[in-house]
């Protein structure tokens, strides 16, 4: 079947026919010969790896087993191995996973959906990364399973997947915000707690999305780069946890009867020379209803 | 497909109990070099399903980490021993997924 200018892959998915027949359109034989050997897709994807491997904040010198989720023609694993460590890839395209072994990629290769979930045993893994892939998850068709559930799926699998403490993170484009609380919802239900950190939020040709997600351990997340002469008024992280906090700061004033408030009421008063209860640790402290 | 992602490995298909270890019936093998190191061994052995390392005949020796020749022999098994063509089959519902350049077909079918 030939579709300008792509030809249809020989390897059909049984399960979600429509967007990664899409996938497997863009990414066939001569797609995927292209793609690797295109110098600046090169370079942009070992950027991409670099920086997901920084945010992954791995032991020093130490050679570790990791996971690469939509590892493609191997150009993101190149890098890991270059860095010293083992890996596996995985990915559903039979022609890109072909370039890969033709360039002899020193990880080993998984054909598979990452949408059915990842076929290992628990604990497994010291960290993931995955450089554009993730969003052929979120892509829905009515003949498919929905993709929240497959979103879910991944991520699930890949939770148990990870050794604790482990982290993961995808490099991903997102189509616009609804997409974005889609995933983080699903990577939240899953057991993961994490953000999103962007790199050189104001340029428009730089910028880049990392979601970084942490299995088990709760971590500080990392700061996104930035040039030099930004406006330091736009935030580069957004950190999501499970906790639903109440509206703290409504109209920049403190909330009403918090400690806070009570200090600078205090204070206040101090200043309009009001005779004012000197501050002990008694002040502000909470009292029981019936006080 | 080398012995250690084979050992990582199970069957995710939806239903399976235990998916692993998922045994191998190989047709084409080949083994590489390729570049020891100690300190990765040594992390990935309590990992491991070791039934299926013992039953290449190698045991496992309680002070393994500083046993060089030992973890060389780990490493030889794990990393430098590689299934070209074949499959893996589930020890629990018998599905099989074929091996075929290396690369194992983990695709399920709809109803899985």
């Known amino acids: 079947m030939y579709i300008w200018p792509y030809t249809v892959s020989a390897v059909v998915c049984h399960v979600c026919k429509c967007v990664l027949v899409l996938y497997l359109q863009f990414y066939n034989e001569q797609e995927a010969k292209k793609y690797s050997q295109n110098s600046r897709m090169i370079e942009i994807q070992t950027q991409m790896s670099e920086r997901a491997v920084e945010l992954l904040s791995l032991p020093e010198d130490q050679p570790c087993y990791l996971l690469d989720v939509g590892c493609g023609s191997g150009l993101s694993g190149d890098y890991l191995s270059e860095a010293g460590h083992y890996w596996v890839g995985v990915d559903i395209s039979t022609a890109m996973l072909d370039v890969a072994l033709q360039r002899d990629v020193e990880g080993d290769l998984l054909l598979g959906d990452m949408g059915e979930g990842l076929p290992f045993r628990p604990g497994m893994f010291d960290g993931c990364i995955s450089i554009s892939a993730l969003q052929w998850l979120c892509n ?4 498919t399973h929905s993709p929240p559930k497959r979103l879910y799926r991944f991520f699930s699998t890949l939770y148990s ?7 993961a993170v995808f490099q991903i484009y997102p189509e616009n915000s609804e997409q974005l609380e889609l995933i983080t919802a699903q990577a939240m239900k899953a057991g993961f707690t994490g953000g999103m950190v962007v790199d050189y939020p104001n340029s428009s040709k730089a910028k880049k999305f990392f979601l970084c997600l942490f299995a088990g351990v709760s971590g500080v997340l990392p700061k996104g780069l930035c040039s030099e002469s930004t406006d330091r008024g736009v935030s580069n992280q957004a950190q999501f946890t499970a906790q639903r906090s109440r509206f703290k700061n409504m109209k920049g004033k403190s909330v009403k009867k918090s400690k ?17 209860r000197a501050d002990t640790k008694y002040t502000a402290r909470h009292r029981k209803p019936r006080f | 497909m080398k012995l250690l992602t084979h050992n990582m490995l199970t ?16 047709t084409e093998v080949k083994v590489n070099e390729l570049e020891f190191s100690a300190p990765f061994v040594s992390r990935m052995i309590p990992k491991l399903e070791w039934s299926l390392i013992s039953a290449l005949n190698c045991t496992l020796i309680p002070d393994y980490e500083k ?13 430098e021993v590689e299934v070209v063509e074949g499959c893996l089959q589930c020890p629990e519902s018998g599905r099989e997924f074929p091996i075929s350049k290396g690369v194992p077909n983990m695709l399920l079918i709809e109803d899985e």
């Open chain 2, 67 to 79: 046993d060089e020749e030992f973890l060389r022999k780990v490493h030889r098994i794990l990393l």
């Open chain 1, 161 to 167: 997947s990870l050794a604790r403490g482990a982290r």
């Open chain 2, 11 to 26: 069957s995710h298909v939806q239903g399976v109990i235990k998916g692993y270890p998922l045994i191998i019936k190989a």
């Open chain 1, 260 to 276: 806070d408030w009570i200090m600078e009421k205090k204070e206040r008063r101090r200043r309009q020379g009001k005779d004012v």
């Open chain 1, 140 to 143: 829905a068709d009515k003949k």
